[in-house]
Structure formats: structure tokens, C-alpha cells
DNA sequence: CATCGCGTAGATACCGCTATCTGCGATGCT
DNA sequence: AGCATCGCAGATAGCGGTATCTACGCGATG
């Protein structure tokens, strides 16, 4: 008795073959559709996988075949409405290229990281794209030249999305934002304004995104002639306690700045939070910025006034450029950012 | 000349046995690990896989043997904390049990979902977790019968995760949250508080959420003896546009509720922003609750008193559930919610 | 001393699909 | 009419693993 499509079992090509009377290639090529079928032949493949309910094997196609049709999307943690965003993006646009994205968190353990990495070889998935900040050292820069060349090994693409370059010469794709100059347009937006005197709160020492910011700030202020007051450079992390423990301390030490640029939204309702506390108003005593434009920015009150991240095309551009590359196709992209005004920032009254 | 690793090829089992001087069945038992191998035998083979950088390739695997080692996700969009806080219950939870989490996402597209489901079928998931409010309507149950029965066939588990049951006879995995406890509880917390005019903001029609919420809510009333005023019941969608402009329309027409109820956390946003532009003070004058708990609900100003839902642990129940399955083993689980007292509520002042 | 059993390693047969080559009747061209 | 060509379908050979059955060496056993 040959091979039947026993109950219970799922069909597979040969199944559908032997009820539409073809031979299995028949049938492949009716599905894939890259080869001349008469259509009468045709509609009987076509009502053969009806009846069975067929459905191909996702993986015996890519065993077979070359393709495995699927992203890999590597995050520290899918809550945090920036890498939602992103995610968001990079899965509209696997959906978009016919590709299966698949999610992975690290939560920040590198080892867990290296882990991930080795699962996502495993799976051969097209692209691997490594999301958010990282500190911008020697061992973050060795690390992502193995995990890019690990990855090229095993056929993947490595992309780095809104993270630094790890150098040429390694092959991976790097999608970034311009964080030098969304920080330079706000700061900018701040002097023009009168400000002369704006803390920036919030800076995560070592960490690629911060160092740019600060960067863009400084140069902000060179052009338009103002010299930066270090101090009022403030360390800290990305998180609403940090801004608020900043702020207190700042203005404990002292109460001339005018306008504080917070490092991240979140930081900026930490800021928010601390100044109203103190019964300082924002923006008639002091104006507040962030950086990022989440939800959260613009249901703070007063609405923030801050720098737009394009989260969502970040991811898309991830997806996009790992997918169709070429030598003509640049496998560095910045995209631009720009500031969103509110109502956190005010002129400076006199 | 036999097969060889030629360069740029990823190597194979046979590459790796080659090096080793085995068979590659000898190598395939030494990554298994579920067959006697000689000491010396094991050692040869892992000091060949690391000189090769060895990787096996997880399709051929898929294929061979039985299992994908991979749940699924579907959601309307990753976006939006609700769904987030669920994505990272389950991704948790399938990492912990060494799966990986395809994730899809529908946009609330039915055309979408069918194809998403098509495609879930072809990657033989062993779990396909669909999550998100539905409409509990005849066609909402006879498609997730559909899902389940065809999913089914191809070897996967359906997960209804807060969504209502398709019935029995049906092989599907129910996952859920209790809606009427939740506002149950929130309403008697209510009514104990000295409320008798409470206003249902945000009744979504026929989503079945939105149903067992409102029982919740009639029944509290019922139990403490109170009727339930049914015009102070308001339509609505989940969104802070919905629940600012209920709210307005409400206190237009007339101003003697004491206490809102808000459908969700989202809702309850736009019924502070309406209530704080009508110059009406929470909890002083009005006291507002929400429903859900997300991150923002702490945010507010005033912080929200909510019911808490337990979303992280959805998400990880869902995925427990589909993997491990028996005779034993309750296909249909229901998560209790609790009330989160913040500052948004207080007695009612004579 | 023949036999048995045990511990290992190899051989073989798929899993379900696609690439490629072959086969063959119907056309087209001269 | 004769032969190359074309359109379509089948046969065959992997892709890279795992299950299962067989083979073999060696010490223990009767």
C-alpha cells in the first residue's frame, strides 16, 4: 500500500498529489507559481488542496529551499513604549515583505544575549536586528564584530538599530537617529528663546545616545556664543526617579538655570514632577524639554515640548535595509529627528 | 571527492562527523545528549563543532523530528501597554522553557487574522496565543472554532488570552481575567464610600469585556441595595478621546454623579482631562476609577485608583497552558483582578 | 570454549519540499 | 515531410537532521 494520507496526520504534497492525479512537482510549482501548469491541471491541484485542507511545511520549504522568510527582533524588554514602537515598525514591515518576525528579550543580561544569538543562528533568520542604547565601549564594539560575523556565518544579516557602528569591515547594517542633531536644534530652540542658563539632566555616563545628545547641546551652544556652564551637565539614568532626584539636588545647589533639557521624556516627567513639588512652574518659571516623543510626552501637563524620535520607521528601515541589500544600497542610515513644540518650553521672562 | 565543508557553506552535522572521524549520527547523539557516547568519542565531536563553529540548523530539526520549539503571539498591535505587558509575559515564559515567540500583529483586521493564522499553520507553532478584546459575537465564535479546529490539525494549540470562549468541543485553550470580580469589587469600593451616582463611562458594545465589567458593576449595586441608574450607563470606545467627550457630554446634560467609573485606564485619562476643564476637582468633587492598571494609571493627577489586571501573568499562563497539556491539566484558566487604591477616589462628601 | 549480553558506533530510511534534468507529444519552420 | 522547438509534467537527488535497526568488539557466563 503506498504512503496514504492517514487520518489525523497533516497532508503533504504527495497527499494532494495523488488526489489531484499529478505528480508532487505539480504541485509545487501550482503553489509556487514560478513555472508554466496548464489550467486544467491546475484547478484540479488547486481543488485537491482545497478538499485536503493542505498546507505547506514552513520548514521543510526552508530546508529545501533558501529562504526562511523570518526577522528576528532582539530587545531588552518589549514593555517601554520605545522599543514597542520600533517593534511595531519592524513588524509592519516583515508583514509587509512577507516575512515572520520573531521576538526575543535580553533584559540587559549579555548573556542572555549571547544566547539569543545563537538560537537566532539556529533558526537562519534573515535579518537579526539588536535594538537600543549600549554603552559604546571596546568589549560592546568586539562583541557585535562576532555577533555580526557569527550571524554572516549562518547567513543572517546583523542590524544594529539605534545602537553605535561597530567599525567597518564588519558586516552588519546600522540604522541610527540623529541625536546630535535633535539635541542641537533643541538647545538651539532654548537659546533663541533667551535661555542661557539650561541644565541638561540625565546624563547615562558611557552610553552612545547620551554622549551625542550632549554632544549636539554643546555645539548649540558654541554657535549661538554661550559658554557651557559644566555644572549644570547632571549625570543620571533614563528613568522618571532619576529626573526628579536630579532636579531636587540641582536646585538644592542652586536655582538660576532656566530651562532644563531633560536627557529622555521619561527623565522629563521625573524633572516635572520634582519642580512642581517645589512649587516652581513650569513653563513660567522654568521650561522643560525632553527627548524621544513617547505617548507620555504629550499627556504630561503641561504637553511636553520635546525632540521626535521616528521610532516606528527606525524599524521599518531595520527590516528594509537587511532585506534588499546591494552594492548600490548604503548599509548605514541615519534618519532625522526633529523637535515637536509644546507647551513645557516657554521665552524667558525677565 | 566527497562532500566537504567548502568555505562559506555553514557546516552540517556530516562536516562536523567528518572532522571528528564519526558517523554523523554520532555527533547528532552527543548534541542530544539521550544516547551513550564514549568519553573520549564526545570529546572529539565538541572539539570538531567548536573548530567549526557548528550550529545546527533548527528547520532540519523542525522537520526531522516532531517538535518547532516555537509559540506564537497575535495581537492588534504590539503597541499600547495592555498588549505589551502580555507580549512580555509570554515571551518570558516561552524563553524560560526554551521556545521562541513568533509575534504577529493584526491591526484588528479579520483578513489580516486569517492570514496571520495561515501563515502560524505553516510554521506548526506549538502554541498560537491570540490576545486582545473581541466582539463575543455568533462570527466571533464560529471563526475562533474555525482557528482552533484548523490550527489543531496542523499539530498547534489555539490560546484565547482575555478573550471570551468559543465553547466546548472546541480544542482550544481559554486564558482569561475576571472582569466582573474586578468590577465588582471597584463598585462595592464605590457604594462603601458613600456613592450612589456612579457613571459608567465607556461601555463598548457587544465587546464582551465591556459585558461582564458592567455585570460586575450592576451586581455590586444590587448587592448593597442600590439601583443601578441605567442613563448614567455611557457608550463609548476605550480611547481618552471617548472618555473626555462622554464625560462632557454627560456633564452637559446633567452634573449629579458623584463617582465615574472608567472602562479602561485609557478612558479614565479623558475623564480627568474633561472634568479638570470643567473646573471640577478630583477626588474632592468627583471621584474617578479606571480599569486595567497600565503604567500611565500612576501617572495621572491625581493617581488612578484601577483594578489591576494581571497581564504580565496572562501572557505566561497562556504559554504554560498550551505546553503543558493532559488529562489533568484545566484547559481554561481564570486570573483573579484586585482593586489599586491610589488618590483618585475618596468618600463621598455630603 | 561457544554463547550471551552490553556498550558503542554506523547504516539506512525517512521528514516534506524544491532544483534540475529528463521525457514526450504538439507545434513551428523551411 | 523532417527536424528543431516549445510547453508541460514526471523522476530524481538532495537540504540537514533524527529514529531505528544492525554490526561489532569484548568481558561475563554456563
Known sequence: MPRRSEPGKRPTLADVAER???????????????????????????????????????????????????????????????????????????????RLCLLCTTHGDPERELAVVELLREQRAEAVILVGGAQDTDTYTERMAYFARALDKSGSRLVLCGRPSPGPDVPATVVEYDNEGGAYAMTAYLLANGHRKIAYVGREPGLSTTDERVRGYRRAHADHGVAVDEALIRPGTFTRESGAAVTEALWEERTDATAV?????????????????????????????????IPLASDLTPALTTVHVPHEQLGREAVRLALHRGPEIEDRVVLGTHIVVRDSAAPLRP
Open 20 to 98: 489531484a492525479g499529478v505528480s508532487a512537482m505539480t504541485v509545487s510549482r501550482v503553489i509556487a507559481g514560478n513555472y508554466p501548469v496548464a489550467p486544467p491541471t491546475r484547478s484540479k491541484v488547486l481543488r485537491a488542496m482545497r478538499d485536503l485542507d493542505y498546507v505547506v511545511n514552513a520548514h521543510a520549504r526552508a530546508l529545501a529551499g533558501a529562504t526562511t522568510k523570518t526577522v528576528a527582533l532582539v530587545l531588552d524588554d518589549a514593555t517601554g513604549p520605545f522599543f514597542a514602537f520600533i517593534a511595531r515598525g519592524v513588524e509592519q514591515q516583515a508583514a509587509s515583505e512577507g
Open 261 to 293: 533639557f531633560a536627557a529622555t521624556d521619561m527623565v522629563a516627567a521625573g524633572v516635572l514632577k520634582a519642580l512642581r513639588g517645589r512649587g516652581v512652574r513650569v513653563p513660567e518659571d522654568v521650561s522643560v524639554v525632553g527627548f524621544d516623543d
